[in-house]
């Protein structure tokens, strides 16, 4: 059982927005950085957001972090059939001293 | 490019064992901690184990601790997990990952890229 609580789906219309919470505790987000993957069906996951709020060279805008306390908050905008897919969030938790991922979530472009 | 390519996944009976290896390339092997993540059959990221650049920090989760070894070989830019006592729950698929950053002192685990394409483990009888 994950300590990183997410959403199981959230849908919108393309070119809507859709955020994503993430929340846990003060020993994983209170005071570790956040990151968030995205898992196309039956492919690996693909790294989004690191250091809470930061984009890996060359990936759209559209996606983009935050944090606040104990949540980590996922907002992708311009939503398109392409984004549907699994997203996950992730920190290190110091007092489990191990790598703890959420519980994920759809989204669904309806 | 970097780029990490797993194998050693396969069908094996409970109680039995199975090596995964993680070939790594495009990157300074030796500068980064590794990481083994798995998914079961419909489920969600469940992380394994790290160790950090010079093996001188392993962490496991604790579902696989006491069965699971994880080690590299820094000559060879290769990353293993060996495993032990396997149960039908270690079904899953396992990934290679390499991590960088964060706030950890002992290991990096800030986040995790790239990521393997993945090696499947069966375990049934």
């Known amino acids: 059982q994950s300590v990183l609580t997410q959403p199981p789906s959230v849908s919108a219309a393309p070119g809507q927005k859709v955020t994503i919470s993430c929340s846990g505790s003060s020993s994983n987000i209170g005071n570790n950085y956040v990151s968030w993957y995205q898992q196309l069906p039956g492919t690996a996951p693909k790294l989004l957001i690191y250091?809470?709020?930061r984009r890996p060279s060359g990936m759209t805008d559209r996606f983009s972090g935050s944090k606040s306390g104990t949540s980590a908050t996922l907002g992708i905008t311009g939503l398109q059939t392409g984004d549907e897919a699994d997203y996950y969030c992730?920190?290190?938790?110091?007092?489990?001293?191990?790598?703890?991922f959420g519980t994920g979530t759809k989204v669904t472009v309806l | 490019e970097e780029q990490l390519v797993e194998s050693g996944g396969g069908l094996v009976r409970p109680g039995g064992s199975l090596r995964l290896s993680c070939a790594a390339s495009g990157f300074t092997f030796n500068r980064h901690s590794m990481n083994w993540v798995r998914q079961a059959p419909g489920k969600g990221l469940e992380w394994v184990s790290s160790?950090?650049?010079?093996?001188?920090?392993?962490y496991y989760a604790d579902s696989v601790k006491g069965r699971f070894s994880m080690s590299r070989d820094n000559t060879k830019n290769s990353l293993y997990l060996q495993m032990n006592s396997l149960r039908a729950e270690d079904t899953a698929v396992y990934y290679c990952?390499?991590?960088?950053?964060?706030?950890?002192?002992?290991?990096?685990?800030?986040?995790?890229?790239?990521w393997g394409q993945g090696t499947l483990v069966t375990v049934s009888s």
């Open positions: 250091d809470n709020d």
């Open positions: 160790i950090s650049g010079s093996s001188d920090y392993i």
């Open positions: 990952a390499k991590s960088t950053g964060g706030l950890v002192p002992t290991i990096q685990v800030g986040w995790f890229d790239p």
């Open positions: 992730g920190t290190w938790d110091s007092s489990l001293s191990a790598y703890v």
